[in-house]
């Protein structure tokens, strides 16, 4: 959610000295992109998981703060409510056995949370939306007590000035509204990290674009929300819809969103730093006593304090950083498209899948962002989060005659990426057990049809036709994910349904 931040009032003056440092921080980039002061390659990756917390009814618990406390470590932190942490995992270099490595380090960690978390009866789940959310769990007295969660809260309601509305049509239809943003609280994903060279910040991002839909089409994971089922994963509609600053006039104006997947392919990263600034107004115009033209004229690395802030008000689901390590300047691609879950083997597995398409999608001859128009992509988007691994996409046809062709995800996925994807971390140096078990992960997946989403969708089914009513269907499905959550068995794997000794009510 952003850099760290205190609470405080603005005043008139404040958002105009936020704007007039924002254009020093961009012109500050701009001369660090001509003068090639950034790091060089270095091949590192960096993994955040975003997690939930409920106890053994399946039900969210409000104890973020006290599992903390008991955790006692650096690597958790809070997220915006009281039933979300996030994990941060130390950046590690893409090669070798770095998939199994980080299997490790998540498990080790994962399982220690999760016995600390026990201590207040409450426990560790991975998923794209906790199915068992209600309306009552979203409210603004739930979010987490950090000032930056309470400031941005205040600001993008003072910009919208009005309640926000849900409205997302899928399966089935959810109406409703919040007076705050506590809802977007109820989307945990995983972020993933890749430090590049501004010359290959373009080619990685428009890769990372164009690659979306798919990622999404097999790793879907959030199929409810507030006992309603809606798009196999309904983070996206509900982070764009629980954070619009836009009231419905300037939505019909044409105005963009902060959650936002682009318009256009790009040609730097400068491209979308200055778009941020163009389209989107400061929410939290607070000022660093940095000059950042003179730290550069002094031959230093700048903070960019105030972009970086802005940067992390704008929600593109890949998103450009700035930022300094040992004095030294850096880029990365944050890839914030996929949910939580459902184990560390399927987060490893649409890791692995992830950084070996990228890889290779940047390094073609004829680039895949030469042949797919951008509008196609961003339908492809909407299209996988709406049925996920059963979406059918557009991609470039192949041969000579070019153009775009519709396709079942599983098919482009089996067919075109993996093999991409086995050759990228072929190039990043991955070991071959590394590169087959977590692409087979990917491509059983394929085989069977079956994600995350798809998963607990069937399972509540089968619920309901052994005559649960639909909330206790809901817990029961949430109870048993979570078991085979912590079996680690990836989710193709799992048996569908509840076990014969659930009871019903």
Known sequence: MGEKVVAGPFDLADRQRYRDKLQQCLTGLERLLEEKRFDRPKNLMGLEIELNLAGADGLPRMLNAEVLERIASRDFQTELAMFNLEVNIAPHRLGGR??????????TSLAYAHRKAGEVDAGIVMIGILPTLGRDDLVSSNLSDVDR?????EQILAARGEEFKLDIEGVERLVCTSGSIAPEAACTSVQLHLQVTPDRFSDVWNAAQAVTAAQIAVGANAPFLFGHELWRESRPPLFQQSTDTRPP??????????????ERWISSAYDLFEENLRFFPALLPICDDE??????????????SELALHNGTVY???????????????LRVENRVLPAGPTITDVLANAAFYYGVVRSLAEESRPVWTRLPFEAAAANFDEACRHGIEARLRW????????????????LVRDELLPLAEAGLDAWGVEPADRDFYLGVI???????????SWQAETFHRALEKGLGRDAALAATTRRYCELMHSGEPVHNWPVGLPEAVPLG
Do not use: M
């Not at 969660?149 to 809260?153: D, G, H, I, S």
């Not at 006039?249 to 682009?262: D, S």
């Not at 470039?396 to 098919?411: E, H, K, L, Q």
């Not at 491509?443 to 995350?452: A, F, I, P, T």
């Open 98 to 107: 770095v998939f199994d490595r980080l299997s490790e380090e998540l498990r």
């Open 316 to 330: 593109r689901w890949n998103r450009p950083v700035y930022g300094v390590a040992d004095g030294v300047p850096h």
């Open 396 to 411: 470039p046809r192949r041969g000579r005659y070019g153009g775009t062709v519709a396709v079942d995800a599983v098919s």
């Open 291 to 304: 000059d950042p033209l003179r730290v550069i004229d002094e031959g230093r690395a700048p903070k960019l």
């Open 149 to 153: 969660y309470t400031l941005l809260n």
């Open 249 to 262: 006039e300037l939505q019909a104006q044409g105005v963009r969103p902060r959650t936002w997947f682009g």
């Open 443 to 453: 491509e059983e997946r394929c085989r069977r049809r079956v994600n995350g989403a």
